[in-house]
């Protein structure tokens, strides 16, 4: 095959990258353009909450912000693709609400329940839909929220013990646990979308 034979296929390809390549930094860059906040605990808010439970409750209102900024625009398919088989975002929201409640029922020193072992188990399920994840998410928040507010301040220095093997920790400990694992989770999640919006 001649040069001037391949010539026109390779151009029709490029052409498709550029408008590939274009698209995503279109919705990327709609991202990015959305009007800029502080960071929920640099606004001033929930100044009636006690320090910890606003640090707390901040870093969730951040984590629903950064979620639904990212990856709120994901296609069904998106949400639960595995590229290179690493955790889908799927997994992730759903993560972040299961494991905050079950880290809650440990704080308010219960255990766990077999449908909430029974949802652990099926955080890595395929087949989520962008509607039923953040339905979950937004509850998750809202009524975590309800609980961390719950809390008295005095309580933090409290034992708690967490899962089987009874690993020991405090009530504080916990709260700013719910928080930083949060957080974790959130930031593979806009990764992972990343990842999947470049394919």
């Known amino acids: 095959m001649e040069l001037w034979e391949i ?38 808010t929930l100044t009636d909450v006690p320090p910890i439970h606003r640090a707390v409750l901040h870093a969730l209102e951040l ?24 955790a889908p975002v799927a997994f992730h929201v759903r993560h972040i609400a299961r494991s905050m409640d079950r880290l809650l029922t440990y704080a308010e020193a219960g255990t766990l329940t077999p449908e909430q072992s029974a949802a652990m188990k099926a955080e890595l399920d ?3 839909t962008g509607e039923a994840l953040f339905a979950e998410l937004n509850q998750a928040l809202e009524l975590g929220a309800a609980r961390i507010r719950a809390f008295a301040a005095e309580d933090f220095s409290q034992k708690r013990a967490i899962g089987r093997q009874q690993m020991p920790t405090t009530l504080g ?3 700013v646990h719910v928080a930083d694992h949060t957080q974790r989770h959130v930031g593979q999640a806009i990764t992972t979308a990343k990842i999947v919006r470049a394919r």
């Open 63 to 86: 984590a629903k912000e950064d979620l639904e900024r990212w990856c709120g625009n994901l296609s069904d398919a998106e949400l639960n693709a595995r590229p290179g088989d690493i």
């Open 7 to 44: 010539a026109p296929p390779i151009a029709a390809l490029r052409k498709h990258i550029r408008a590939r390549r274009k698209s995503q930094s279109i919705a990327y860059t709609a991202a990015m353009d959305k009007p800029k906040l502080p960071e929920p605990w640099l606004r001033g």
């Open 126 to 128: 395929p087949g989520a």
């Open 173 to 175: 400990g916990l709260l």
